[in-house]
């Protein structure tokens, strides 16, 4: 069962994604550093730094965000590939310090970087992806697999895209009628035209605000496998209703309203939360998982506990294995946990049981949409999973760092620094 808990209790927008039961991912536009990644901010080149092939970008957020040479959209005079040929694409090219630009947040900003950004714009719909100043570009969704369903849909696309930009078909387009695509293509123009006013109206900031927890929900997260949405406030209810009308989805007749008090209390939202920014994870089997996170990359430990299991070693291991990759797959999703996860599984001997294991690990991590992939078992019998950057973790827009340790998590031991 598929739940999605919404609350704007505080004046603040925040939704739970529950499966089963258990909480899967939170959504909210009220955190300490909010998520940035997919808005459209206007700025001013600050510095070009041929050293590093890159500029940096003041878009109004204190830190200058990060433009690399690869993600600047090449000027008109560079689109001939006569002079492309003749020239080494370099920032100098490109950009100049005191210039205005227009770029989207790719990675938000951790620690003292700055936000990444690119010039590569990308306005994202239910149905389909617009891709402004890349009029020749047609793309389908890879989980998108059946053959003639992909054949219809690029016809289909080249129809109906605009001549000013590209379009990618996205997968919940292959369970709608023209009519719905077409008009998610609408849509999508007349949000780009709004942007391109909005640019000449002002001198810097945000001109598209991608991460609106509600048009995200909208967007991305409610479908056809959700069985009940529960909001804590009328006006949004109906909103939600009437918008998910509008694109035919089933979602919009399993809206309720709940006005009894905190439903992030009710559902055990608020727990679920603690219970995640702790670095200890017991399972059911009695079995535990110990998540570290470190600057370069975040560690995952898989331990028995208190788990017998079965009469057979192998069989035990394999079991308290499945349990926790099951168990990894939601934490990191949960935890918006990214870049290189190291995970020590119990060692095992039996080369199918770890074929076995990884299956499972791949379906889990399929799942979710941001893109995950895992290679292993090492020499050393580690797994590594790689995983897109795509907002702040959990941690750190719900804690803030110790005081007294700096955020090391441990205190000085008085006693050990006496003088005998």
């Not at 890349?134 to 129809?159: F, H, M, N, P, T």
Request: aromatic share 6%.
């Amino acid at each position: 069962m598929k739940q999605i808990i919404i609350t704007t209790r505080n004046n603040q927008i925040r939704a739970a994604i529950l499966e089963q039961g258990k909480l899967m991912e939170i959504l909210d536009d009220g955190a300490r550093e909010s998520r940035l990644a997919g808005s459209i901010f206007k700025g001013k080149v600050m510095s070009v730094v041929p050293g590093m092939q890159a500029a940096f970008v003041d878009i109004g957020l204190g830190k200058n965000a990060f433009l690399y040479v690869g993600d600047v959209v090449m000027s008109e005079q560079f689109q001939d590939e006569n002079i492309l040929s003749k020239i080494i694409p370099t920032i100098e090219n490109f950009l100049r310090e005191g210039q205005d630009i227009v770029v989207q947040v790719i990675r938000d900003s951790v620690g003292n970087k700055g936000a990444r950004v690119t010039t590569n714009l990308t306005l994202s719909g239910r149905f389909t992806v617009l891709l402004p100043g890349k009029s020749e570009y047609l793309g389908i969704s890879r989980r998108i697999v059946d053959k003639e369903k992909r054949q219809y849909l690029l016809k289909l696309a080249k129809k109906l895209k605009p001549d000013h930009a590209g379009i990618i078909i996205r997968t919940l387009a292959a369970e709608v009628e023209e009519k719905e695509i077409e008009e998610d293509i609408q849509r999508l123009c007349v949000l780009q035209k709004q942007i391109e006013e909005r640019k000449d109206r002002i001198n810097k900031g945000m001109l598209y605000n991608g991460n609106d927890p509600v048009i995200r929900l909208l967007r991305d997260i409610i479908d056809d496998s959700v069985d009940e949405i529960i909001v804590d406030n009328g006006d949004l209810a109906q909103f939600l209703r009437e918008n998910l009308k509008k694109v035919g989805s089933a979602a919009a007749g399993k809206i309720w309203t709940n006005f009894k008090g905190s439903l992030f209390d009710y559902y055990q939202v608020n727990q679920e939360i603690k219970n995640a920014l702790q670095a200890r994870v017991t399972l059911a089997s009695g079995a535990y998982l110990v998540i570290e996170p470190t600057e370069a990359l975040t560690v995952i430990d898989v331990n028995s506990g208190k788990f017998t299991g079965h009469k057979v070693v192998e069989d035990t291991i394999l079991s308290i294995n499945l349990e926790a990759a099951l168990e990894i797959g939601r934490q990191i999703r949960l935890r918006n946990l990214s870049g290189i996860i190291i995970i020590d599984f119990i060692d095992m001997e039996r080369e199918n049981d770890w074929e076995i294991l990884l299956d499972c690990l791949n379906q889990t991590l399929a799942k979710e949409k941001t893109k995950a992939k895992v290679f292993g078992p090492t020499k050393l019998g580690l797994v590594e999973i790689t995983r897109k950057k795509e907002g702040q973790t959990l941690a750190a827009r719900y804690t803030v760092p110790c005081r007294e340790c700096e955020g090391k998590g441990w205190i000085w031991d008085s006693k050990a620094f006496e003088s005998n």
